[in-house]
């Protein structure tokens, strides 16, 4: 089906493991985010895609490595796992970042993560 | 980057209009103004965007003040299933298209 889709959506794991999620788009769009959701905190932006092979930091990156060598797939890593990295993970993807496009996020639907 | 305020939350009957406004008072010249919802626990939901005009689509109305530092946006026949956390947020100019969200505002219609 066509869409933005995410996996595992419920997850538990062990602090210091290495957990890796999916997010998986099928419109090519060329943007592709992450964001985790934490209560008190609202969404905030992990990392963030303009292209195959281009990545930035967002505003809380710190324990995250993210790849896209592939358009529809951008994958988020957790290299060692910590209790603070309990939270909700979101993946958006968008048409196109110029300033003549709608700029629409289009969201998965969550990647729950518990950290133990 | 532009920095908006939210009411932590609203009520609304249902049926009515829901106004929900934002300050963004030191916006630039060339960032939009988007608004984004959240119903429970789903990934956020684009509603409508704008730069100076007044905007308006199948979901909703978007006003912007002429001098840009704050907009409303209407949901002109509220319903429960329009309770939902509403973000108002300003598009960080510069060629990569992300977002920045706020704290948003907690709307809940009821009956």
């Known amino acids: 089906d066509a869409g933005i889709t995410q996996s595992p959506r419920y997850k538990i794991t062990e602090t210091g493991r290495q957990v890796t999620l999916m997010c998986h788009q099928t419109w090519s769009h060329s943007y592709m985010f992450w964001y985790r959701q934490d209560l008190g905190h609202g969404l905030r932006l992990i990392y963030y895609s303009a292209a195959a092979d281009i990545t930035d930091k967002g505003e809380v990156p710190d324990g995250y490595v993210v790849s896209r060598s592939k358009t529809e797939n951008f994958p988020l890593t957790l290299e060692s796992a910590t209790r603070s990295q309990t939270s909700v993970y979101f993946c958006a993807s968008s048409v196109t970042g110029l300033a003549g496009g709608t700029g629409e996020l289009f969201f998965g639907e969550g990647s729950r993560l518990t950290v133990l | 980057d532009a920095k908006t305020t939210q009411p932590t939350s609203m009520d609304c009957a249902e049926g009515r209009a829901a106004n929900l406004p934002c300050n963004h008072s030191t916006i630039s010249g060339n960032e939009y103004v988007y608004w984004y919802r959240q119903i429970h626990s789903q990934g956020p939901q684009y509603i409508i965007h704008g730069l100076k005009n007044n905007e308006t689509n199948e979901m909703a109305s978007l006003i912007i003040t002429e001098d840009r530092k704050s907009s409303t946006l209407i949901l002109p026949h509220a319903t429960l299933r329009d309770t939902a956390v509403y973000y108002c947020?300003?598009?960080?100019?510069?060629?990569?298209?992300?977002?920045?969200f706020g704290a948003g505002t907690r709307l809940a219609v009821h009956p």
């Open positions: 947020i300003v598009r960080v100019s510069g060629g990569y298209n992300k977002l920045i």
